[in-house]
């Protein structure tokens, strides 16, 4: 007899494989990862990515997970992307939205220092499943 550890178990595994076949079915331009050179918790991973969604404009989508540090306190998040806006525009976007208050956003040498690494989506990986494998741990926010 399944006891409510292993249904859970098993209400989580389908609903993150469903998800993954979802978002695997879409035509997502990009796969991203975001992060700041500040501390970012859930609350602020939200409002960066809604910040970041305004900003690309009502014709491009975008999934986005925040997930843990692994190595440090604090959050990154990975998001897939449709949109035409160009891979470059779609990282100084990051750049603007991303700013910290009192941070300065700029380094001496006039490079903007917030990490954002965007590559165009390849088929033969499963970033669907990637991304989806967050969405049903604790201490987790995701949106579209």
Known sequence: MLNRAD?????????????AKWLESE???YFATFTAPYE????TSRKLMERYLDKLGSDSIMFWVAERHKEKPGYHTHGLIKSKWPKEDLWELWQIC????????FRNDGHIFNRCDISPRDYKKKMGEYVSKYI????????V
Do not use: C
């Open 7 to 19: 249904i859970r178990h098993f209400q989580n595994r389908e609903y993150r494989e469903a998800m």
């Open 27 to 29: 035509p997502w331009d």
């Open 40 to 43: 970012m918790n859930l609350k």
């Open 98 to 105: 991303s700013v910290h208050k009192g941070q300065k956003s």
């Open 136 to 143: 049903t741990k604790s201490y987790v926010d995701w949106g």
